[in-house]
């Protein structure tokens, strides 16, 4: 492989991460793996390439790993380590007071309102659940009203509603 097609390592620094930046790391992480043709070469090297993106702390609590290193046993010692426990009240805390910001895109604040209904544990009610807190926190009134009007959209047909009419709006 050309060494001008290789794809540059992520960095994993603070010794502290939530569980988000921690998953869109090992996300960066994989596709860097892939996208040097290194997901092929021994666990030892795919090990190698993940501490060269850890800082001196982040290396020093892998050290306390025993027996054979995998990319696997990192990632979940990292998150037992550097991820607080799981508070689904203060979750669904900031799900429920979650409000799309003037100017802040639609897709944006749904993207960010579906991993906080994620993380809130919203059981078999978590579509329904969803699409209530877009028509409450939705910064267009008018927007509102429209979806209020529609009462039977599901949550697919009222991100695709929102959508369109943001798109629609912008030409």
């Known amino acids: 492989m050309n060494s001008t097609n290789k794809i540059n390592l992520p960095t994993l620094r ?9 998953i869109d ?8 793996l892939t996208a040097n043709e290194l997901d092929e070469k021994s666990e030892a090297v795919r090990v190698a390439h993940l501490r060269c993106t850890l800082n001196d702390k982040l290396n020093d609590l892998i050290d ?4 054979t290193i995998t990319v696997e046993q990192i990632f ?19 799900f429920f007071n979650r409000s799309q910001r003037e100017k802040e895109a639609f897709n944006e604040y749904y993207l ?3 991993q906080l209904a994620r993380l809130s544990n919203l059981g078999e009610k978590h579509d ?23 009462p039977d959209m ?6 695709n509603y929102c959508r369109m009419s943001e798109d629609a709006g912008k030409k």
């Open 154 to 159: 599901t949550l697919k047909e009222v991100v």
């Open 14 to 22: 603070s010794t502290f991460a939530t569980k988000k930046e921690l």
């Open 112 to 114: 960010e309102l579906d």
């Open 128 to 150: 329904e659940i969803l699409k209530a807190r877009i028509v409450c926190g939705i910064y267009d009134p008018a927007m509102r009203e429209r979806l209020m009007r529609a």
């Open 64 to 67: 306390k790993i025993t027996g």
């Open 76 to 94: 979940k010692y990292l998150e037992e380590e550097l991820i607080p426990k799981e508070n689904t009240c203060f979750n669904q805390y900031c």
């Open 25 to 32: 790391f090992k996300r960066s992480f994989n596709c860097y």
